[in-house]
């Protein structure tokens, strides 16, 4: 049974940072390039950062030079440093597979719940 479970988020204030961690089960972890996303309210959900199972990295434009993305094969988890975060970075982040996880007898994308950032000004 796959299972995502992401922690870390929290209410940091502008310039702050947090570390999400993001532990995956019911998959095999080290072949799968990860993936963090974020949604805004109203807002579709979009890709921040990715990272082969190789270690390539690729950022969103807007984050990069404050996320970085990493992992842990032994403990099938992949994080997400942010620093320097902005308002506009509040979002309910997520982390997957890239292409995300299809579940069930329909193969419909699966998503934990996912670890609320909120970032006062």
């Known amino acids: 049974q796959v299972q995502l479970v992401e922690t870390g988020g929290g209410l940091v204030q502008a310039g702050g940072s947090l570390r999400l961690s993001c532990v995956a089960s019911?998959?095999?972890?080290?072949?799968?390039?990860m993936a963090w996303y974020r949604q805004a309210p109203g807002k579709q959900r979009d890709m921040v950062a990715t990272m082969t199972s190789g270690g390539s990295t690729n950022y969103a434009d807007s984050v990069k030079g404050r996320f970085t993305i990493s992992r842990d094969n032994v403990k099938n988890t992949v994080y997400l440093q942010v620093n320097k975060l902005k308002p506009e970075d509040t979002a309910l982040y997520y982390c997957?597979?890239?292409?995300?996880?299809?579940?069930?007898?329909?193969?419909?994308?699966?998503w934990g719940q996912g670890t609320q950032v909120t970032v006062s000004s």
């Open positions: 019911g998959i095999i972890f080290g072949t799968r390039t």
């Open positions: 997957n597979a890239d292409p995300p996880i299809r579940t069930g007898p329909l193969r419909r994308d699966y």
